[in-house]
C-alpha cells in the first residue's frame, strides 16, 4: 500500500474516489428500526449487531448492521434472563448474600445480577456477617462457586455458590451478552446507498436488546 501511494495520499486513483464517497453520517434522519438478533461482534466500542428488521417485506433487504461507535459513546442497555454460562472472568456481578470473615457467602443465594458500573464506580466495603448487597468483579468460576473480587473495605475476596435454583439477570452494557433471538430496538441513522452493510448499516445511538424470560430453573456454570 506504501508503494502505490495510498498510504502518502498521492495515488489519486485511489485517495479521489474515497474523498468523493465520504458519508456525512450526522446529514442523515434520525429513525428508531426495531428487530430480532442475528449475531453480534465485538464489544462496545466498535461492535456491530447484524438484526432482522421486521418492518422491511424483502427478505433479501431485512437483514441490517448496526455500528457502535468506535469511542465507545453509543449507549447500550441489554437486560433479561440468562444461564448461569455466561459468566465469565471480568465480569461485574451483584448480588444479595451475607457473607462471614473468610469471605464465604453463607446460605443460598438466590440471584445474580450482571452489570455495568458506572466509571469510577466505588463498591460499599462488606460487612461480615451481615446482610448486604455485594458487588464485584469474576476472577474465577468452579463447578460450584463464582469468586468475585470487591475493591473495597477488609474482605476483598468473596466466594458465591453456584446451585441449580440460581438465578442470573442480566442489566448491562456487554456486547456479547446479546445472542440469536434476542429482541432490539435501536435508534440511530440508516445508510442503504453504496458501502452499506447487509440491506443497510445504522450507525446507532442507543440500542436496547431484551433477552427472552427463561422458564424453569438456569444452569451451572462449569470451570473454564
Known amino acids: 500500500m506504501w508503494y502505490l501511494g495510498a498510504c502518502r495520499g498521492t495515488n489519486k486513483a485511489i485517495t479521489v474516489p474515497v474523498e468523493n464517497n465520504r458519508l456525512a453520517v450526522d446529514g442523515l434522519p434520525e429513525t428508531t428500526l426495531p428487530g430480532v438478533v442475528r449475531g453480534v461482534q465485538g464489544r462496545i466500542g466498535g ?3 447484524a438484526f432482522v428488521d421486521p418492518t422491511v417485506e424483502d427478505p433479501s433487504l431485512a437483514v441490517r448492521v448496526a455500528v457502535l461507535h468506535p469511542a465507545g459513546v453509543s449507549r447500550l442497555s441489554i437486560r433479561g434472563d440468562a444461564d448461569a ?3 465469565r472472568t471480568g465480569l461485574t456481578v451483584r ?8 469471605g464465604k457467602a453463607i446460605g443460598p443465594v438466590e440471584t445474580v445480577d450482571i452489570v455495568t458500573p458506572p466509571a469510577g464506580f466505588r463498591p460499599d466495603a462488606i460487612r461480615p456477617d451481615t446482610p448486604g448487597t455485594i458487588i464485584g468483579t469474576v476472577t474465577r468460576i468452579t463447578a460450584d462457586s463464582v469468586v468475585l473480587r470487591v475493591d473495597a473495605g477488609s474482605i476483598r475476596r468473596v466466594v458465591i455458590p453456584l446451585t441449580a435454583g440460581l438465578r442470573v439477570s442480566v442489566d448491562c452494557a456487554e456486547l456479547d451478552l446479546a445472542s440469536a ?6 435508534k440511530g441513522r440508516l445508510w442503504t446507498g453504496t458501502g452499506c452493510l447487509a440491506g443497510g448499516t445504522v450507525f446507532a445511538s442507543d440500542v436496547t436488546i431484551v433477552k427472552p424470560e427463561r422458564l424453569g430453573t438456569v ?3 462449569r470451570s473454564p
Do not use: K, P, Y
Open 47 to 49: 461492535g456491530m449487531i
Open 85 to 87: 454460562t455466561v459468566l
Open 95 to 102: 448480588c444479595r448474600a451475607t457473607v462471614d470473615r473468610q
Open 181 to 186: 433471538g434476542d429482541t432490539v430496538e435501536i
Open 219 to 221: 444452569g451451572v456454570a
